[in-house]
């Protein structure tokens, strides 16, 4: 028999763990697979957004005991750069040989709009808990969510919105909110029929839309658009701009994200693999990340001589949008016109991120997360 084949997984987000634990099923006797991420826990991003309205947290699991019970080795480092002509990935630490590589490092949210506060998920509950605050006591009148052009995922925008509707009805404010968005229509990304959703929600809780309107700044009680035009905006809650990490050694695109195939190997570099948010694939997602390392572990385990017929990323958007009321779920797959909306579940477990492995491992491990409720 030959040897095991050693897999390095650079970064243990959504796209890391679902590799790792695909790899188990997939090639265990043939792989040894490792970890490498300077982070103490994983943490359940998506729900970050309802920390702020005391609708739920971001839960955190602890990496140790995570990669101990996915049976994989974990190192704390961080990565620096890679030489792929070596083989190995360089840390703080010393290097780290590979016969296998799989990038799973993410990406990098940044400010998009001067002026505004940006909220990129966990760490950011407080500054939105108080412009929550002074919406409720009166010192905002009119406010705005946004988020700017170029690659981000939208799905938090209207969340945020719909969830800070509800909030400030229950409290009695009388605030004007506004939904400022460079797509065509409300979340257009899941399809018509979802937009129509959307929309119509947005419509029920008396949110303004202005689709086609790129921000620009807001700055003295204003959000300006590119271009010409305004609206009156006490406060601004914007999304981030995603950047890609720009890893040395590693090709990447001006914005730094790295160009991979459809098996997730990144062009132009040999038995290395790549997935999730620092793909150059545009739409940012963790349910997109899952499937993509689902690529890349089917193409990693037959090239270490697994029975495995590897199968391509074949994106399906799958989205539960927190609404503050009844939760909606949507689907759709990515290229097609048709999309499903319903109140009731569309995958199993119910989770904010669809991963093939990682949803069900995550929903037995709840025990592990500090904030489980």
Do not use: C
């Not at 909220?119 to 009119?142: H, K, M, N, Q, S």
């Not at 989205?319 to 759709?332: A, D, E, K, V």
């Amino acid at each position: 028999m030959n040897a095991r084949k050693k897999v390095l997984i650079a970064g243990a987000g959504v796209a890391g763990l679902e590799a790792a634990l695909a790899l188990r099923e997939l090639a265990d006797d043939r792989v040894s697979v490792e970890l490498v991420s300077p982070d103490d826990d994983f943490v359940y991003r998506p729900l970050s957004v309802a920390a702020a309205f005391h609708a739920g947290e971001a839960h955190r699991f602890p990496l140790v005991r995570l990669a101990e019970e996915a049976g994989v080795d974990l190192t704390k480092a961080a990565i620096g750069s890679v030489d792929p002509v070596r083989k190995v990935v360089k840390t703080a630490k010393g290097d780290l040989a590979y016969d296998l590589l799989l990038l799973a490092l993410g990406a990098r949210p940044v400010v998009g709009i001067e002026g505004a506060v940006t909220f990129r998920g966990p760490g950011d509950e407080e500054t939105l808990a108080d412009v929550l605050r002074d919406a409720r006591e009166g010192r905002i009148r009119e406010l705005a969510f946004t988020m700017p052009s170029g690659i981000s995922w939208p799905l938090p925008m209207y969340e945020l919105a719909l969830l800070t509707a509800v909030h400030l009805a229950d409290a009695g404010a009388d605030v004007r909110l506004d939904v400022v968005t460079p797509e065509q229509r409300p979340l257009i990304l899941f399809g018509a029929a979802a937009s129509d959703v959307v929309a119509g929600l947005l419509d029920e809780h008396g949110i303004r839309v202005w689709v086609d309107t790129v921000p620009l700044a807001a700055e003295n009680g204003v959000l300006r658009f590119v271009g010409s035009g305004q609206i009156e905006a006490d406060r601004v809650v914007a999304l981030p701009q995603i950047e890609g990490p720009r890893l040395s050694g590693i090709p990447h695109d001006t914005s730094g994200f790295v160009p991979t195939d459809e098996h997730s190997r990144v062009r132009g570099v040999d038995h290395v693999f790549a997935a999730g948010d620092l793909t150059d694939f545009p739409v940012k997602q963790g349910g997109l990340a899952a499937q993509q390392a689902d690529a890349a572990a089917d193409a990693i385990a037959a090239e270490a001589g697994a029975d495995v017929d590897p199968q391509p990323f074949a994106p399906v958007l799958r989205g539960l949008m927190l609404t503050g009321l009844t939760p909606r779920f949507m689907q759709m797959e990515l290229g097609r016109l048709e999309s499903i909306v319903d109140t009731e579940p569309l995958w199993w477990p119910p989770g904010k991120i669809a991963g093939r492995h990682l949803g069900p491992f995550l929903a037995d491990r709840l025990h592990l997360s500090p904030t489980a409720q």
